[in-house]
């Protein structure tokens, strides 16, 4: 039944990848994928909050008294979140604040949390690292491709280079709110037909 | 009882663990987080007008504290030789405050140049101020100790049409900046001349 490591890893890429199969964690995915790059910025900065989070979680899980659990992987989960706050304010600040509001929100995130809860406070240390790097990753890959195909049809560039020249007229309703919803239901159509063979 | 003890215990001491390793982080990157706000908040408005400085007038920066609050001068070096200082000043325009960049030349007494940093203003009509070099363009070579004013109010100053608000918004900071100017005139000049080239 138990999983081995490299399975856990890979699940988090096809099987369970937000914000597809895991449809949770939408609200960043639809906000900040306009282009590749914030893609891309809001993934990793995810990621490195998961993978320190289920370590730590599962690390603490013996001493976390359950009426209390949430709380703790709150304040774990928020610790982590400000650290890349600072650390992307103090490096790559306009990165930041094309994110804006939603690198904070990565608190609430529900990947975040559910991993903690769900996996990593039930789990040893290893599993939930390659559990929250999976995951982390098909959370990235996700938003860079919805993002890939935002920007290129909503601004006409690929992480701010032009690919389709000057006389392509750029679909702005792409890089809309509506547009995010519209993308994010095609690629999940897509990602069920290719899943069903 | 004993569960009530373990998880108070358990919720301080990770919120203070918590606590101490963002300190120590926020006290870390603070001063690298104080120069990307400035490169990138106000390093276009002083590279404006500070365009051929022989220095990084960005990082050659001292404060000063003027009744209670602590602003900060840049200096720009020209030909070998720190003249130009620059600072912010505030007005509010048609959206609510403006930030207004002034540089003077210490040496000749006069404004060097004038630079929007942030600003509210309706898009297309006031804020246009921005790109509007022949209005800011008045204010260079001005006395630094001028009170401007837009023709209608019975000055010197061609308003941005449409914009008179905005307009007005830009001398009146323009003058809080003269009037800071003259009121610190020795000390900025104190230390302008600590910069060297």
Redesign the interface.
């Known amino acids: 039944m138990a999983k081995t490591i490299g399975q856990e890893f890979v699940k988090g890429l096809w099987e369970e990848i937000p914000p597809f199969r895991l449809v949770l964690g939408l609200c960043p995915t639809l906000a900040v994928t306009k282009s590749v790059e914030n893609g891309i910025g809001m993934g990793l900065a995810t990621t490195f909050v998961l993978v320190c989070a289920n370590i730590l979680v599962s690390i603490l899980s013996g001493i976390i008294p359950s009426k209390i659990r949430i709380a703790c992987f709150i304040i774990i989960i928020a610790t982590f979140v400000t650290v890349v706050e600072l650390v992307m304010q103090a490096y790559t600040y306009q990165l930041f604040m094309e994110l804006g509001i939603f690198i904070p929100l990565i608190v609430v995130n529900c990947i975040v949390l559910g991993r903690s809860e769900a996996f990593a406070s039930k789990n040893g240390v290893i599993p939930s690292l390659a559990d929250g790097l999976g995951i982390g990753i098909g959370f990235t890959l996700s938003l860079t491709a919805i993002s890939a195909v935002r920007e290129s049809l909503g601004s006409g560039t690929l992480l701010g280079y032009s690919i389709f020249g000057p006389s392509f007229e750029p679909f702005s309703f792409m890089v809309e709110a509506p547009g995010a919803f519209i993308c994010l239901g095609l690629l999940l159509c897509i990602m069920n037909i290719i899943g069903r063979k | 009882m004993r569960?009530m003890v373990?998880?108070v215990i358990?919720?301080t001491v990770?919120?203070s663990l918590?606590g101490g390793?963002?300190t120590a982080?926020?006290n870390t990157?603070e001063e690298?987080?104080d120069n990307?706000?400035l490169?990138?908040v106000k390093g276009p408005a002083i590279e404006t007008i500070m365009e051929g400085a022989q220095n990084d007038p960005v990082a050659d920066r001292f404060s000063l504290t003027v009744d209670g609050m602590e602003r900060n001068f840049f200096v720009g070096v020209f030909d070998g030789n720190p003249q130009a200082v620059a600072f912010e000043a505030k007005a509010s325009g048609f959206g609510g405050d403006m930030g207004v960049m002034v540089g003077f030349n210490v040496n000749t007494d006069k404004i060097i140049g004038v630079s929007v940093t942030t600003h509210n203003e309706t898009p297309g009509i006031g804020a246009t101020v921005e790109t509007n070099t022949d209005f800011k363009n008045q204010f260079a070579g001005l006395p630094a100790d001028t009170d401007p004013k837009v023709k209608k109010d019975g000055g010197g100053i061609n308003a941005m049409s449409g914009a008179t608000v905005t307009s007005r918004g830009v001398c009146t900071a323009v003058r809080k900046a003269t009037d800071l100017y003259q009121q610190i005139k020795s000390q900025i000049k104190d230390q302008v001349k600590t910069f060297t080239g």
């Open positions: 569960e373990k998880m358990v919720l990770l919120s918590s390793l963002l982080l926020k990157t690298r987080i990307q706000v490169k990138f």
